[in-house]
């Protein structure tokens, strides 16, 4: 079992930023990839940026490129969201995710994941 619990979220406007933080509890030790999955009202739940706990290797969906950065720090079992430019379009519950298939990538399927967190609102204002 792998317990994840995010912070960070809140509403600011067009243009601002906010971090957001994961922290992983648990069997920890199984976990390769962590992953950010946001879902939108109405809207599927999308991956957004990924990293490979092992290796660091990062993804991140186009629409968040230049803007987002995932980071991670092994000694707390953290992975970071830092949201820079943030855009009404962000707007979101975004949801950590813990991925304990043996990968050297990072998948960017929900249903690679096993684990997530209760999700945190963000919303941005125009």
């Known amino acids: 079992q792998v317990q994840l619990v995010e912070s960070g979220g809140g509403s600011v406007q067009a243009g601002g930023s906010l971090r957001l933080s994961c922290a992983a509890s648990?069997?920890?030790?199984?976990?390769?990839?962590m992953g950010w999955f946001r879902q939108a009202p109405g809207k599927e739940r999308e991956f957004v940026t990924g990293?490979?706990?092992?290796?660091?290797?990062?993804d991140y969906v186009d629409s968040v490129k230049g803007r987002f950065t995932i980071s991670r720090d092994n000694a707390k079992n953290t992975v970071y969201l830092q949201m820079n430019s943030l855009k009404p379009e962000d707007t979101a519950v975004y949801y950590c995710?813990?991925?304990?298939?043996?990968?050297?990538?990072?998948?960017?399927?929900?249903?690679?994941?096993?684990?997530w967190g209760q999700g945190t609102q963000v919303t941005v204002s125009s």
């Open positions: 995710a813990a991925c304990i298939r043996i990968t050297n990538g990072v998948p960017n399927s929900p249903g690679a994941y096993g684990y």
């Open positions: 648990g069997r920890t030790s199984s976990t390769y990839a």
């Open positions: 990293i490979n706990w092992r290796r660091g290797v990062t």
